[in-house]
């Protein structure tokens, strides 16, 4: 026995490791589940814990139907989204009573931290029924099959109310994958006392927008010693940001990033049109009517007379008390606006497909665009929401809602984005550090090219 | 790093060993799991063309993910970028750390003060300090910038200027770090037998000498352990140009292991990436290897 009992510590000590590991990852997966579980009879998914059919066989549920459950990954952003999200769930549950989703909310940071914990889930083959997605990746996700078609759940009727960005963010290869709830558009902020003290006029419709050169014109006039005229969010690194805001530069330039087939981007992003853009971009930068390293606040402080900011703009300018109004994106051939946002895709993985289009479909309902849209400030996807919320048919939100519905364009639907964006990204910051275009975008589109030939194929 | 002190092992025998190797089970298991089985992992990918969408599809594609490397742009100037880094970082850290232990290990008022000061920032997460500075080194509102202003020195461009941004990178992370090789440095100092430097009193050894003969070989052993762990770790850089930079301004902050997790991640390569991260592998244990020999030469 007392040999025995000199054993018995490192076995302890080894078997609670190994059950520690292994117990992480069955608990892992409820316990961060944020909206309530009810477990109502047989799960129809093949649940990996077992403890948990177990219990739900021996409790019989009031309602005693067999219900499909669902698990749902949700990004978390803002708390009042994300609170939004979870009542919308809520909501969802108590009104189906033959449908259950249980949600669990992951960080999004801003950077990569969603999109890793998909990355990780894809390769442990742990994805929920439904996600929510970042627009420009549905191609990424749909090229793969991790997410599958909708077509056969959609009409022309029924989606004859999303605006025409949201289907184009949703589409792949003729096929519609993903829809969303929000949208998102920059309009050009401006500074109201700053413009009457320069005595410059803003026009109120995207049809009376700035061209380049008059954007540039201004923007010079509204320079001074200790304000710039125009901001545009350097601060938020060399990112999707560059992107998102830069890339209707080219577009109405009558430029393209990608071939329209999505084969190759060369002669596109390196082509006349979006060198001409990019040179535009660097002469803002060179006119010095741009900072390369703006503060957080510098737009919402009175430091800069506009700013090509995001809906969030709105919210923070209000915080700060600036008087802020909107006016229609620049242009040169063709007015453009930037478009796009999170939205939600059914994985290929799920059994019930059908079950889980009408979770995607409630969450995208006229109800939850308006109520995510008045909780977040960015504007909604249906037409009849821009209809029923009033503040939408008046400056300054006339103008998004005109940029949504009218000049609205979606990132390219490729599945090499992750690297077109940010061969992007790193063209938009040479031209803003003051570095040769073409070659720039000459070498970025190297890298494009050699990303896009594993699609290819 | 061969210490002066040779242990004795007693070889363990039957009962004994098995109760030793049980006592070992736990860190092994660890060990197995979180290092040796990742690290198998990716030697084995390294050899594929594995993409994360595809999760289960990957061929075999011998070592194309090698000859890849070899024409890769991107991942020559991240590893110019890395030993710019290190070669600045080592020196550097080493005297600031040494400089603030032999500063604190004077018996001067508030000692304790000064030594939790300095310490602090190894305790700070790193993504913490590096927003923090990124704040710091901002033209406009930053507070170096401003004090700059004080003495007339116009604003600089620390983080968006590709020559300064990586020498800004160097001065913020060797602030971070040196914290940590100063205790070890100062427990160095505080075991060198203080009779050492009364014989040099006696024969007149000036400050500088006694310094240079007495401090410095009595902190031989401790100096070739913090030489090679700086080494290695500034090697690791990823967290400041991350959170910094993003690796720019034009690619000049980007470091080996950033330009990894890119790859890896952000464009799924995992193949790759795996290839790049054997590479890297191969090349700190090599500079590692060579450190030791170096160090045991000079020892002999």
Redesign the interface.
């Known amino acids: 026995m007392k040999k025995m009992s000199k054993w018995i510590a490192p076995l302890t000590l080894s078997a609670v490791l190994l059950g520690a590991c292994g117990g992480n990852e069955s608990s892992g997966e409820s316990s961060n589940n944020e909206t309530a579980s009810n477990n109502g009879g047989n799960s129809s998914d093949e649940a990996p814990d077992t403890m948990e059919t177990g219990e739900a066989d021996q409790t019989v549920e009031a309602s005693g139907d067999e219900s499909v459950q669902l698990d749902m990954w949700i990004h978390q952003t803002g708390e009042d989204e994300t609170n939004f999200y979870v009542e919308r769930i809520d909501a969802f549950n108590e009104e189906n009573d033959d449908i259950h989703v249980t949600a669990e909310i992951i960080i999004d940071d801003g950077g990569s931290s969603y999109s890793d914990s998909i990355n990780a889930a894809l390769v442990a083959g742990n994805l929920p029924d439904i996600l929510a997605l970042d627009g420009p990746y549905v191609a990424s996700f749909a090229e793969s099959d991790v997410i599958q078609s909708i077509d056969e759940y959609v009409d022309e009727e029924f989606l004859d109310d999303f605006v025409d960005s949201i289907i184009q963010q949703g589409s792949y290869d003729g096929e519609l994958y993903s829809l969303g709830a929000m949208e998102a558009s920059i309009p050009l902020y401006y500074n109201k006392e700053i413009f009457e003290e320069e005595g410059i006029e803003a026009p109120t419709s995207v049809d009376e927008a700035w061209t380049w050169d008059e954007f540039m014109e201004h923007a010079e006039a509204l320079t001074t010693e200790d304000r710039y005229g125009l901001n545009l969010f350097m601060n938020y690194g060399v990112g999707e940001w560059m992107t998102f805001m830069g890339a209707p530069f080219v577009w109405s330039n009558d430029g393209e990033l990608l071939s329209e087939d999505g084969s190759t981007a060369d002669g596109y992003l390196n082509g006349p049109e979006s060198v001409e853009a990019f040179e535009y971009i660097k002469s803002l930068f060179e006119a010095g009517v741009v900072d390369l390293n703006p503060g957080e606040m510098q737009f919402e402080e009175g430091n800069a007379a506009m700013a090509l900011g995001g809906p969030w703009i709105s919210v923070t300018a209000e915080e700060a008390g600036v008087d802020w109004g909107m006016m229609p994106y620049p242009y040169k051939e063709t007015p453009v606006s930037p478009s796009g946002s999170m939205a939600y895709g059914i994985t290929s993985l799920t059994e019930n497909p059908e079950e889980a289009f009408e979770v995607m479909k409630w969450l995208t309902n006229e109800e939850s665009t308006i109520g995510l849209s008045e909780v977040t400030g960015m504007p909604p996807v249906r037409h009849s929401a821009f209809e029923s919320m009033d503040h939408y048919d008046e400056l300054p939100w006339s103008i998004m809602r005109e940029q949504v519905t009218e000049t609205a364009k979606a990132r390219p639907q490729t599945p090499a984005y992750p690297v077109l964006t940010d061969a992007f990204a790193q063209s938009f910051h040479a031209a803003a550090l003051g570095e040769d275009v073409q070659e720039t975008l000459d070498q970025q589109v190297e890298r494009v090219e050699r990303e896009l030939e594993r699609f290819n194929d | 790093m061969a210490g002066p002190k040779k242990f004795r092992m007693k070889t363990l025998q039957g009962?004994e060993a098995?109760?030793g190797y049980?006592?070992l089970?736990?860190a092994l298991?660890?060990l197995g799991?979180f290092l040796l089985y990742p690290m198998g992992a990716a030697f084995y990918y390294s050899l594929t063309d594995f993409?994360?969408?595809?999760?289960g599809e990957e061929n075999f594609v011998g070592l194309a993910n090698f000859q890849t490397i070899l024409g890769d742009a991107?991942f020559r100037q991240a590893l110019i970028n890395t030993i710019y880094f290190a070669v600045l970082v080592v020196p550097i850290q080493i005297s600031v750390a040494l400089g603030l232990a032999l500063l604190v290990n004077r018996k001067l008022r508030f000692k304790v003060f000064f030594r939790t000061a300095y310490f602090s920032p190894v305790v700070m997460s790193l993504v913490v300090v590096s927003i923090l500075w990124t704040f710091m080194y901002?033209?406009?509102?930053g507070l170096i910038n401003e004090l700059l202003g004080v003495f007339g020195i116009p604003a600089q461009?620390f983080?968006?200027s590709?020559d300064q941004a990586m020498n800004s990178i160097i001065a913020m992370s060797v602030w971070q770090g040196a914290g940590f090789q100063m205790m070890i440095f100062l427990a160095g100092l505080q075991n060198i037998p203080n009779h050492l430097y009364e014989a040099a009193d006696i024969d007149g050894a000036s400050k500088f000498q006694k310094f240079l003969h007495v401090t410095l070989p009595g902190l031989k052993n401790i100096s070739v352990f913090i030489f090679i762990t700086i080494t290695i770790a500034a090697f690791k850089l990823l967290v400041q140009p991350m959170i910094m930079?993003?690796?720019?301004?034009?690619?000049s902050t980007k470091s080996l292991v950033y330009h990894i997790y890119?790859v890896g991640?952000?464009?799924?390569d995992v193949g790759y990436a795996s290839a790049m991260a054997v590479v890297f592998t191969l090349m700190v244990l090599i500079i590692t290897i060579v450190q030791r020999i170096l160090a045991r030469e000079e020892g002999a």
């Open positions: 009962k098995v109760t049980l006592f089970l736990p298991i660890l799991i993409y994360i969408l595809r999760p991107e901002n033209p406009n509102e461009p983080l968006t590709p930079t993003q690796g720019g301004p034009l690619g890119e991640f952000n464009y799924r």
